[in-house]
């Protein structure tokens, strides 16, 4: 498995000021591609060192694809203030930006848990993004918004989530236009509690099938 050779703490420009972010780059890799994951809500203890955020950061990072995890504005080290989901997708987008500078002929991928699904998906509706995963994406707490991207996208949900409701993800996922791929995982609660190995597996599958020409030869699927 490959794992991060260099961890460096940024300070990013965001559009409420400075965003506290953390870079991880893969020891090997193509350069084609990068990802910016989205923590969980910021009034409810949400920070860029969740441990889903952390597994879905370390499933691309397997795949030879750097990271750009961040908190949202008033979060941490990060300056303004909570603002109803709509600021923290514009962090988002800053941060996307940031690592376009960065990687300049990259692809970008937005993954994102709870209300961090919802920030990466309302973010992806605004980009040319190579691909998207939101893992129980608070549907029926935070507006998604008018736009649904059209790039490939996962659903993860747990069926005994106890924060969103199962019933309200499927639901919505079945009545879009160009329907997302959603994998359910039995008996999987909001947290992921002993099943991040799992979670991470599903992550990094999706990604090799989808685009596979961003992935290192030598990647593997394993958890760790």
């Not at 409420?16 to 020891?27: C, N, R, V």
């Not at 990271?67 to 303004?80: A, C, D, H, I, P």
């Not at 690592?99 to 040319?128: E, K, N």
């Not at 993004?129 to 996962?154: F, H, K, Q």
């Amino acid at each position: 498995m490959l794992r991060p050779h260099r961890s460096q703490a940024l300070s990013i420009e965001g559009p409420a000021g400075s965003l506290e972010a953390l870079l991880e780059e893969p020891e090997t890799g193509r350069g084609a591609a990068f990802g910016v994951v989205c923590h969980p809500h910021p009034l409810q203890g949400g920070t860029l060192e969740n441990k889903v955020v952390h597994t879905l950061a370390r499933a691309l990072q397997g795949l030879g694809i750097p990271t750009l995890r961040f908190n949202y504005r008033g979060v941490g080290k990060s300056e303004g203030a909570y603002d109803e989901g709509i600021g923290e997708t514009e962090d988002a987008l800053a941060v996307v930006g940031a690592g376009r500078v960065r990687w300049p002929h990259a692809s970008v991928w937005l993954l994102g848990f709870s209300f961090g699904g919802i920030v990466a998906l309302r973010a992806a509706a605004r980009l040319p993004a190579a691909g998207l995963v939101t893992v129980a994406p608070a549907i029926g707490r935070l507006a998604v918004g008018d736009r649904i991207p059209e790039c490939p996208w996962l659903i993860v949900q747990g069926d005994s989530d106890e924060v969103v409701a199962p019933a309200s993800v499927l639901e919505w996922a079945r009545g879009l236009e160009a329907a997302p791929r959603v994998e359910v995982m039995a008996e999987a609660g909001h947290f992921y509690h002993g099943r991040l190995p799992e979670l991470r597996q599903k992550v990094v599958r999706f990604v090799r099938e989808t685009a596979p020409e961003i992935t290192v030869d030598e990647a593997q699927d394993a958890a760790g």
